[in-house]
């Protein structure tokens, strides 16, 4: 390890910053993106066994999944401000350390409650996950290299979530559910004490990093967004789309178990099979639309055809009900997958395209405490609706029109996405 961890009297930037050290950074930052999911996986594939131990109903799955949401939607409020005060080097020690904990916590609960709370600390603890990775990319890669650095670690870090279907019931068939916790905890430790050894006598430079978040001055506090119709925009457009991808998360192995019957191997294939197109849909949606933008095309263009196709790509999601085989089911799910992957990633853009810098991150926030509402919601109405035994037509319906309607309220809002180059005026909240 002695390579990447020269000791640096300095702060080190993108511009000073080795090479070396530079991608086994980034490299620890997968692993961590790895460890931020991996506790969904669990409870997620282990359903059936956890339900089966703890008495619950899918009302009660549904209800456990809402209260993640709820606590990491309101995390998210504050999470940003609390990276920012930490800095790159202790806000990933504290964070991941944190979320980690959490998650070994569910290996020792004994109750309802105790589940619960141990839920409620995972969704607020993991809610320094996104702030976290934006940071520490801005604090290690030139600013011309971060887009593709974001998009290769969400490639990355779907592929690691390729082997988790395959790693988690084998955990299960030897250490039980709360095993599989318990190591997934001690696992995010490891990635802890691999941080600090590399970068043991690093010191990041703070201006390389995201501008500082300060609650008690006006211009930086969310009041002031909390007026711009180009908040709202983001913000309703991520809850309906998020819902989305929220109940694919903790629903699709439940799906594939009711409809086809999947356990152990085959259910391992399904799911891999979806986070592939995951990953892949984030890779090659940030490559189209740099490739656009550089060949001439308005930012208004880009960002709005391809959300439109990657709304159009989730439509048919309610047809997987009528196919037979379960590969196919499989890979149609991997294109609704990678659908909102070109979604979320236009959307993401969005934000930097209208919003000024000294703005932008708490926007971002702003839309992701919105996108885990509708997480929430839609976790809550899934739990419900199963246990009545109305089945999954009625949500697939949801997911097969919540990206066009999206995609039709950015259009009302933002009738033209035009580059920000100034501070952000109030706007009214109607199209015009």
């Known amino acids: 390890m002695a390579t990447a961890t020269a000791q640096v009297s300095e702060k080190v930037g993108p511009a000073t910053l080795g090479l ?126 971060r887009s593709l650095a974001i998009g290769l670690q969400t490639l990355i870090g779907a592929l690691g979530l390729i082997g988790l279907p395959f790693f988690i019931p084998w955990l299960d068939s030897h250490f039980g559910w709360r095993g599989a916790f318990i190591i997934a905890g001690l696992a995010g430790i490891v990635i802890v004490a691999l941080w600090l050894a590399v970068t043991r006598g690093v010191r990041f430079d703070d201006r390389a990093e995201l501008p500082r978040i300060d609650f008690a001055d006006d211009e930086a506090s969310y009041g002031p967004i909390l007026t711009e119709r180009r ?13 989305t991808w929220w109940l694919l998360l903790y629903w699709l192995p439940d799906f594939y178990r009711r409809q086809f019957g999947l356990v152990g191997n085959e259910l391992a294939l399904a799911m891999a099979i979806a986070y592939l197109g995951s990953g892949g849909g984030a890779f090659f949606w940030g490559w189209l639309s740099t490739r656009w933008l550089e060949r001439g095309g308005s930012v208004d263009t880009v960002r709005k055809r391809i959300m439109l196709v990657a709304a159009l790509i989730v439509l048919p999601v309610p047809l997987v009900l009528h196919v037979s085989s379960f590969v196919l089911v499989a890979l149609m799910m991997a294109l609704v997958l990678a659908g909102h992957q070109g979604f979320s990633l236009s959307l993401f853009s969005i934000i930097t395209d209208v919003v000024p810098r000294s703005k932008v991150g708490r926007v971002t926030a702003f839309g992701a405490f919105a996108g885990n509402l509708g997480g929430a919601a839609i976790a809550w109405i899934a739990g419900v609706t199963l246990a009545a035994g109305i089945g999954y037509l009625p949500l697939f319906l949801f997911a097969a029109i919540s990206y066009l309607l999206a995609y039709g309220w950015i259009c009302l809002l933002l009738p033209k996405i035009e580059r920000a180059e100034t501070g952000l005026a109030p706007l009214p909240l109607r199209a015009h």
């Open 20 to 145: 070396t050290l530079r991608w086994t950074l980034f490299g620890i930052l997968c692993l961590s993106a790895i460890s931020n999911a991996m506790d969904r996986q669990i409870i997620s594939l282990l359903k059936a066994e956890m339900s089966a131990d703890l008495g619950w109903t899918d009302a009660d799955y549904g209800r456990l999944a809402a209260y993640f949401q709820f606590a990491a939607a309101a995390a998210f409020l504050v999470t940003g401000w609390l990276v920012d005060r930490l800095g790159v080097k202790w806000g990933n020690v504290i964070g991941v350390a944190a979320w980690s904990l959490a998650a070994a916590a569910h290996g020792w609960a004994t109750t309802a409650w105790h589940f619960v709370a141990c839920r409620v600390g995972l969704g607020a603890t993991e809610a320094m996950g996104t702030p976290l990775t934006i940071k520490t990319v801005a604090a290690i890669f030139p600013a011309d290299q």
């Open 231 to 243: 908040t709202w925009a983001i913000a309703v457009a991520k809850a309906l789309s998020d819902a």
